[in-house]
């Protein structure tokens, strides 16, 4: 008799007709893309407003630099004492009012120069300001000295080095930021999928021991059995879930988009800068970007992302499973999360930081060999070019780790699910191991 | 009788506790074995082992003639202490869902819980959630799914307890006719008067040693202690009691009676057959009512107790 898909087709229709399943499952995408529209409304409506800035400039250097930008409109005030400029700002809004006093060197300069506003101006906005008047000063220093400002131009050179690997692959500044977002997006939807449906998991143990159902069952079908029944249907039910995320985030995210004309890049300020820096215009960067894509490992990282992703996954998973079966209430988790928790969170802060900072070095190795946190920080370092050999070593170090999980997290399922009453020590647990 | 169940010298130590200790038991086909003790004897651990839930570290279990194995837990239907159903699955659905993992087939597994659910009136809750029936009524769905299967082996721990004395008493009646047809039941309680109206057989465990086991008739033989409850109308009450406590152990009994009369318990010596007693007695008065007094399980349960 094999009950294993008759226990995985029960653990998945009682989650996924779980109300709160379904609410999750469907409101989620709707708060998620209504965030992401706020924002982008929201950035929208902060580029729309124009700014109006007075300059009373004394010294009477800088009245040709600042030039209106369709956010920051500059009014020069010309014969206002600095009493009857800021009177002005203040009655006829005006956002700040910048003073520029008569000096008599470029050195003192720098003190005297304030800007005067309601509420404390915006940092972008000084930074502006800030450059314009540096930029003025700077050239007029270096003609004091005696250099014109088209010898400057003509000497300054721009240099952005060419990456290239010994094999002669091209690679570039690019290629490094878009293998770390494949990495860490996979390793951080590893992360989230442990937690969220770990927990799950760990409920319906638990909710089994409270209703008093267990023995019931087990008396039916073997403690291990039910362990793989649970964490498959559950981890099925989790990627139904998912699948609806993604399919209706894309299409909510289409529909937002068209119909509010909002471009998605107005929520990502970091896109301006890229298409600043770089020339040729996004037509550019877009042929870039699929020449990266096309240099990544994509076989290899999908196969892999699986294998880890399924294993990883399992591993965790049955972990949940026995603590879930050592307590009586989800109250009483709290001891036994930290050391499921601890390995994860390292494993994140290892990718994120170590892995970044230098993919092949010995920790980001190491890490990527532990079963415990091999599946995020390897995820992450595919991109990057790990040999076949060292991969599929960590595969299997991973899955044999995982079937001795089973074995332990049945031993305690299957004496701690039969435990009412207490909450257990370590020390008790141990004990059950033997039994 | 030939044996259903045969358990060997069976011990399970869990970490220092001995939880049972070399216990033997017989089962004979077809009868009601009550497996009595008191809380924390032992039984339950000797009921999870014939379930398989937890292995013995010595001994061996045996059913209908082969050592026990995995697939007999189809024969086998078990009504834990502590029982319930998943809240907020539907009645129909979760019977269909153990049924089937007691190896019964979609179709067959209908067909049978249709006749449960007609012959206890419950057919309505098909679609009700566990969580909307009250406790009693979600015990008799479990009692259904304890049987469904048609097991050769029942095991009832505390049947009883949740029911109301109606439902209790319909319970029993269905597992009366369980037996009728052929189920051979274990059956542990505390409740003595069903332990008495019910069991064939009983064995005792105490501190996780078997300390009593046999037919409960041959017990009762065995534990009879030439006791009679008598009614004497005699001329001079007061004399006659002062006779009667010289010559024998007494105490007072009550029964109900129209007659205005002494009512004792008289313990007779080995020596005085019942016959000479009553001769005894008529010559002292009136004799009204004469009965030996039979010990009851309860009594038989709490002596055996005590003396260990």
């Known amino acids: 008799m094999n009950h294993l898909p008759l226990i995985i087709k029960r653990e998945y229709l009682t989650k996924v007709r779980n109300k709160s399943f379904i609410i999750m499952t469907f409101l989620s995408p709707f708060i998620f893309v209504g965030i992401f529209a706020l924002v982008a409304y929201l950035s929208s409506i902060n580029n729309d407003t124009i700014r109006k800035i007075s300059v009373l400039d004394e010294s009477g250097l800088f009245a040709d630099e600042f030039n209106s930008t369709p956010h920051i409109q500059y009014k020069i005030l010309n014969d206002f004492s600095l009493e009857e400029a800021k009177k002005e700002a203040e009655t006829q809004e ?103 449906y770990g927990n799950m998991i760990m409920r319906s143990v638990i909710e089994e021991k409270t209703s008093r159902v267990i023995e019931v069952i087990i008396s039916s079908v073997k403690p291990r059995l039910l362990l793989l029944g649970k964490i498959f249907g559950t981890t099925l039910a989790g990627i139904t879930q998912f699948l609806v995320w993604v399919v209706l985030i894309l299409v909510l995210m289409t529909v937002v988009t068209s119909i509010f004309g909002i471009d998605p890049a107005a929520a990502s300020p970091s896109q301006q800068v890229l298409e600043n820096s770089v020339d040729g215009g996004t037509q550019q960067i877009m042929h870039d970007i699929m020449l990266e894509i096309n240099n990544l490992p994509i076989v290899n990282l999908i196969v892999m992302f699986i294998l880890f992703f399924v294993g990883g996954y399992l591993l965790y998973a049955s972990l949940y499973a026995s603590v879930g079966a050592a307590v009586d209430s989800e109250t009483d988790t709290q001891q036994f999360m930290m050391p499921i928790l601890m390995p994860l969170i390292l494993a ?57 999980m089973v074995w332990f997290a049945a031993k305690i399922y299957r004496v701690g699910i039969l435990m009412y009453g207490k909450k257990p020590t370590y020390k008790e647990i141990y004990k059950w191991l033997k039994y | 009788m030939e044996k259903l169940l045969v358990v060997n010298n069976v011990s399970k130590t869990y970490g220092n506790y001995k939880a049972l200790n070399n216990v033997s038991i017989e089962v004979e086909k077809g009868s009601i074995f009550g497996l009595l003790g008191p809380n924390g004897a032992g039984k339950t651990t000797l009921i999870r082992i014939i379930n398989q839930i937890t292995m013995p570290d010595t001994g061996s279990v045996i059913l209908d003639g082969e050592p026990l194995q ?46 449960w659910f007609d012959r206890l009136q419950i057919g309505d809750w098909w679609d009700k959630k566990i969580q909307e029936l009250s406790k009693g009524m979600a015990q008799k769905i479990q009692f259904v799914v304890t049987v469904l299967h048609k097991p050769k082996l029942l095991i009832f721990d505390e049947p009883f307890s949740g029911f109301d004395p109606i439902n209790a008493n319909l319970i029993k009646d269905e597992i009366l006719k369980l037996r009728e047809d052929g189920a051979t039941i274990i059956f542990s309680t505390h409740r003595m008067e069903s332990v008495e109206e019910m069991c064939d057989h009983i064995a005792l465990l105490h501190k996780s040693n078997k300390i009593l086991d046999g037919r409960l008739v041959d017990i009762k033989r065995q534990y009879r202690n030439n006791m009679f409850e008598i009614g004497l109308i005699t001329p001079n009450h007061a004399a ?3 006779l009667l406590k010289e010559r024998f152990e007494i105490s007072p009994a009550t029964f109900k009676s129209i007659n205005d009369e002494l009512q004792y318990k008289v313990k007779v010596p080995d020596s005085v057959s019942s016959n000479d007693f009553v001769s005894y007695l008529t010559s002292q008065g009136q004799l009204t009512h004469f009965v030996e007094v039979i010990p009851s399980a309860s009594d038989i349960f709490i002596e055996t107790i005590q003396k260990n």
Not at chain 1, 171 to 188: E, R
Not at chain 1, 378 to 386: E, K, N, S, W
Not at chain 2, 87 to 109: D, F, I, N, R, W
């Open chain 2, 240 to 242: 006659t009691s002062a």
């Open chain 2, 70 to 115: 995995p697939h007999h837990i189809q024969y086998i239907g078990y009504l834990p202490e502590e029982r319930g159903l998943y809240k907020t699955m539907k009645v129909g659905e979760q019977a269909l869902y153990l049924a089937q993992l007691k190896g019964l087939s979609k179709q067959e597994a209908k067909e049978r819980l249709k006749y």
């Open chain 1, 94 to 196: 005006i956002y700040g009012l910048l003073y520029i006093p008569k000096t008599e060197s470029l050195d003192s300069l720098s003190q005297g120069i304030t800007f005067y506003s309601e509420d404390s101006p915006s940092l972008s906005l000084m930074g502006d300001i800030n450059d314009i008047l540096e930029n003025k000063v700077n050239t007029m220093k270096l003609k004091e000295a005696g250099i014109d400002s088209e010898t400057i131009k003509s000497l300054h050179i721009n240099i952005s080095a060419n990456q290239e690997t010994f094999k002669g692959k091209e690679t570039s500044k690019l290629g490094s930021g878009l293998k770390l977002v494949f990495g860490g997006a996979a390793g951080y939807l590893l992360f989230m999928f442990i937690i969220i």
């Open chain 1, 348 to 404: 994140v802060y290892v990718g994120f930081f170590t892995v970044i900072d230098n993919p092949h070095g010995t920790v980001s190795q190491i890490f990527s060999y532990i079963p415990f946190t091999s599946p995020v920080v390897m995820l992450m370092r595919i991109p990057f070019g790990v040999p076949i050999w060292q991969q599929i070593i960590s595969v299997v170090i991973l899955f044999a780790t995982f079937g001795g």
